[in-house]
């Protein structure tokens, strides 16, 4: 089961994403087979939220999803019904994100940029 998000709501939905790549033998090709990377936010020294659509009409695919994570977590997907509720979740967890950038600007070497 997948994190589902609809109209304000999350539920649990079929595992779509084991369906996408059965073997987990090259995640970011089976992802961009089906689907593009639209938005993103954060960086690889925080929690970073990114935004991807369905390219085609495979209606058994969500069309859209959230990809969250960082470093240290790995990541978690949820499913987006449409896109007002793509952004929606964007808006909510933005704050988060921009949080964890503030927070953690101090604690990274002088490298980062």
Known sequence: MTLHYAGGQFTEG??????LCPDDSNWTRQIGLRYEKTRGIGDKYSLEITLYRRKDGDQSFPPFFI???????GCQYVS??????????????APAVTADIQASAGSEPASRS
Do not use: K, Y
């Open 14 to 19: 079929p595992d779509w994403l084991s369906r």
């Open 80 to 93: 987006a019904a449409t896109f007002g509720d793509a952004m929606d979740l964007l808006a909510r967890w």
């Open 67 to 73: 990809e969250v994570g960082d470093e240290a977590l």
